[in-house]
């Protein structure tokens, strides 16, 4: 049987946005829909008839760093990135295992210290199956 994966869609990326700038400010808005929505179409991006991100940690390696490096919101590029790929992760029942970590990377890339190539290899280490559950204090 094969794995069904879901995507993010439009809406989705803007709600996440929109959730950052209203709980920790910063600019709403766009800089271009059309980087937007080539982010919502790099999900199932194929290449001679093959998927261009053929598994879950490549898609939330490119969606995450694409997100970052064409910065399509006025602000908040790189937590939107954040919450987009804990998001990506966890309607596909996986879980990202050290987020501090994930955003230490994200921050790396923002400062074109890490590539996209670089942040696969992390989530290849760091995605585990599983959702996250959230356990009250």
């Known amino acids: 049987m094969k794995w069904h994966m879901h995507y993010l869609k439009r809406e989705d990326m803007l709600d996440i946005?929109?959730?950052?700038?209203?709980?920790?400010?910063?600019?709403l808005g766009l800089n271009s829909l059309d980087r937007l929505i080539?982010?919502?179409?790099?999900?199932?991006?194929?290449?001679?008839?093959?998927?261009?991100y053929p598994d879950l940690p490549a898609k939330i390696a490119a969606l995450s760093?694409?997100?970052?490096?064409n910065r399509p919101f006025r602000a908040g590029n790189?937590?939107?990135?954040?919450?987009?790929?804990?998001?990506?992760?966890?309607?596909?029942?996986?879980?990202?295992?050290?987020?501090?970590?994930?955003?230490?990377?994200?921050?790396?890339a923002a400062r074109s210290e890490r590539s996209q190539e670089?942040?696969?290899?992390?989530?290849?280490?760091?995605?585990?199956?599983?959702?996250?559950?959230i356990q009250p204090r």
């Open 65 to 69: 760093y694409t997100l970052i490096k």
């Open 17 to 27: 946005h929109g959730y950052l700038v209203e709980r920790f400010g910063g600019r």
């Open 38 to 52: 080539g982010l919502v179409v790099s999900q199932t991006q194929t290449c001679f008839g093959e998927e261009l």
């Open 78 to 108: 790189t937590a939107t990135a954040l919450l987009v790929a804990l998001r990506l992760a966890h309607i596909n029942d996986q879980t990202i295992e050290d987020i501090e970590g994930l955003s230490h990377e994200l921050a790396a």
């Open 118 to 133: 670089q942040l696969l290899h992390w989530f290849n280490d760091h995605l585990i199956p599983g959702s996250l559950t």
